[in-house]
Nanobody
Framework: QVQLVESGGGLVQAGGSLRLSCVGS?????????VGWFRQAPGKERVFIAA????????YYADSVKGRFTISRDNAKNTVYLQMNSLKPEDTAVYYC????????????????WGQGTQVTVSS
């Protein structure tokens, strides 16, 4: 069984930064393959933000965060990070990490394990 725990969310002013962490357990993290970050704003569906390959050599971003967010991973620490800079009020959402299973990495349905989420609130 795989368990993921997100942390690092909080309240920040527009233009500020946060770093989210996603810690995995229950299986050697390096065997997870691709890990992704999604976010869900109130009343909206969960949408793709970023994903990173097993080795960390390939990273993918949604257009809405490209150039502002950076995904990285440390397999020795069983952790995937999401560095978020130049935050905007529209970035306000619950952020989730998930383990990719099959299918396009930008589809929520392609992920098999999810954390409980961490709230990010950006004030204007």
């Amino acid at each position: 069984q795989v368990q993921l725990v997100e942390s690092g969310g909080g309240l920040v002013q527009a233009g500020g930064s946060l770093r989210l962490s996603c810690v995995g357990s229950g299986r050697t993290f390096s065997t997870y393959g691709m890990v992704g970050w999604f976010r869900q704003a109130p009343g909206k569906e969960r949408v793709f933000i970023a994903a990173i390959s097993w080795s960390g050599g390939n990273a993918y971003y949604a257009d809405s965060v490209k150039g502002r967010f950076t995904i990285s991973r440390d397999n020795a620490k069983n952790t995937v990070y999401l560095q978020m800079n130049s935050l905007k009020p529209e970035d306000t959402a619950v952020y989730y990490c998930g383990v990719h299973y099959s299918g396009p990495f930008y589809y929520e349905s392609s992920y098999t394990y999810w954390g409980q989420g961490t709230q990010v609130t950006v004030s204007s």
